[in-house]
T-cell receptor, first 118, second 113 residues
Framework: KAGVTQTPRYLIKTRGQQVTLSCSPI?????VSWYQQTPGQGLQFLFE???????NKGNFPGRFSGRQFSNSRSEMNVSTLELGDSALYLC?????????????????FGAGSRLTVL | AQSVTQLGSHVSVSEGALVLLRCNYS??????LFWYVQYPNQGLQLLLK??????LVKGINGFEAEFKKSETSFHLTKPSAHMSDAAEYFC???????????FGKGTRLSVIA
C-alpha cells in the first residue's frame, strides 16, 4: 500500500511569509504527527492529530499550527516565517486507536518537506 | 518526562566490523523503545522496536538491540557492517501510545571500505 506522502518536497520562502505543508497518511491510519528536524535541535515534536482533533502538542510558538481533515489528510502552517524555521518537516502516521494503549503501533514517516527561509 | 541520550554523534567503522550504537533513556515507567534509520534526503524508517516481552529484539538488515532495564539502555548492534549501512540512526522512546515519540539527537554511521 502507498506510504506517507508529503508535499511539496522542497520550497523556498522569505522571512515574514507563511507556508502550508500537506501530508497524506497511509490508508486507514487516523493518527498524524508532525516533527521538525534541524541539525542543531534534532527531531522535535510539533503536534499529533487523531480523527481531526489535536491530541498532543509540542513546545512551539503559536505561529505553528495544524489541522486534520475527515479523510485523515493533515496540513501544517507556519506564519510569519523566521530564518530559524528552515528545517525538514516530517509527517508520520500510525494505525490503532488513540484511546487504547497503542505504543506498539509504529510511526511510518514520509520523506519530508524541506523548507528554506531566506 | 522521558528523554533519550545517544552517545557519539558520529561513529566510524570498517566494512565487516561490529557496529555498536549506544542509546540510554530516562523514563519513570517501562517505556516503548525504537530505533529508526534515515538515509540522505529521506524520511525515517523503522529498524526495530521493543514494547514488551523478549529483551533482545531483532530488526531489519541484520540489526538487533537489547533492552537492559538495569542499565536503562537500548544499544543497537550489527555483527558485520556493510557499506549500505552508512546513514543516521535515531533512538526514540515513548511512554505509551498516547504520548509522542521523543528522539535522541542521532548518530551518523560511516562505513569505511
Amino acid at each position: 500500500k502507498a506510504g506517507v506522502t508529503q508535499t511539496p518536497r522542497y520550497l523556498i520562502k522569505t522571512r515574514g511569509q507563511q507556508v502550508t505543508l500537506s501530508c497524506s497518511p497511509i490508508s486507514g491510519h487516523r493518527s498524524v504527527s508532525w516533527y521538525q528536524q534541524t541539525p542543531g535541535q534534532g527531531l522535535q515534536f510539533l503536534f499529533e492529530y487523531f480523527s481531526e482533533t489535536q491530541r498532543n502538542k509540542g513546545n512551539f510558538p503559536g505561529r505553528f499550527s495544524g489541522r486534520q481533515f475527515s479523510n485523515s489528510r493533515s496540513e501544517m502552517n507556519v506564519s510569519t516565517l523566521e530564518l530559524g524555521d528552515s528545517a525538514l518537516y516530517l509527517c508520520a502516521s500510525r494505525g490503532g486507536t488513540f484511546l487504547r494503549d497503542s505504543g506498539a503501533n509504529v510511526l511510518t514517516f514520509g520523506a519530508g518537506s524541506r523548507l528554506t527561509v531566506l | 518526562a522521558q528523554s533519550v541520550t545517544q552517545l557519539g554523534s558520529h561513529v566510524s567503522v570498517s566494512e565487516g566490523a561490529l557496529v555498536l550504537l549506544r542509546c540510554n533513556y530516562s523514563s519513570s515507567v517501562p517505556p516503548y523503545l525504537f530505533w529508526y534509520v534515515q538515509y540522505p534526503n529521506q524520511g525515517l524508517q523503522l529498524l526495530l522496536k521493543y514494547t514488551t516481552g523478549a529483551t533482545l529484539v531483532k530488526g531489519i538488515n541484520g540489526f538487533e538491540a537489547e533492552f537492559k532495564k538495569s542499565e536503562t539502555s537500548f544499544h543497537l548492534t550489527k555483527p558485520s557492517a556493510h557499506m549500505s549501512d552508512a546513514a543516521e540512526y535515531f533512538c526514540a522512546v515513548a511512554l505509551s501510545g498516547n504520548t509522542p515519540l521523543v528522539f535522541g539527537k542521532g548518530t551518523r554511521l560511516s562505513v569505511i571500505a
